[in-house]
């Protein structure tokens, strides 16, 4: 899951020590306070305005719906570098790769993105974002001169090229155009443990925000059921399923759990590079984050 002002520390910034990592040494790298109010007034300036907010969930569904992917590529490549993650412990070298133990740890946070499974239909965080976007147009077009047809919507949903860009960068900080090797696969890790570190309170700002803007949208976004790939979801689904929830904090434990098993079946004499290479992962996606926030009602 996730700015002006918010920016990361500069080139003395300190290397995170895996072997204990934790939620405090990660921010330590982030103005969080900062982070956190540039989202607070991006969202109160997006949201109350009919189009600006459809545009907004526009951008942000867009952006959002990447990042599921991307985890599910490092896993993929963690999982097949069985040469890079041995346990030197065993002494038989068919048993000693551990590359796809390591990777079933991020691939959990892939798992949600492509069916959440709080209905029998296969709910991808995808098609939920889709409904909400769906839910919007319904509720909102008949109302707004600028979206009488389709292409009027289309021009207001358009990609423009910094998002674009962004989106690109989400499949270069997962290492999807990397060679399969140690220093590639720890930048997607700290790319990883950014995004579900920074995106732990944003569905919920965004609900929050939401329901003091626009509370009766709320309510109708709520009530209201949209046929999206031939199965139905409730339009706030995508929202309400993320507000308050700790799914995000959940699966940052579990993605340094397996930062930490990375290394363990590593050489030492790798580590303090490697440490580093996750740091910077994890700094590019503030950077990307911030900047997502700082262009999204440009």
Sequence with gaps: MQRSGS??????????????????????????????????????AVLVDPLRRLRFFGRYASWNGLFGSGVAALAGKIGRSRRLFLDADEPIQALADRSVYIASYFFEAARDEFDDHESAHRDTHRCLAQALLKGLIEIEAPHLPALADRRGINALLVEPDWLAELNTRVARGYGVTAADDLPAIFHGIGYHLGSELLADREFSIIDETLRHAAPALVQELQARRIAIAGQEHLAYQWIASHAGDTAEADRFDTATEGARLALRFTAEADHAALKQELTRGFIAFAQDHRRFFELVNT
């Design 7 to 44: 920016g990361c520390r500069g080139p003395g910034s300190p290397v995170v020590n895996v072997h204990k990592i934790s939620r405090g040494d990660l921010e330590s790298l982030v103005n969080f306070s900062a982070h956190e109010r540039t989202v607070h007034e991006v969202l109160r």
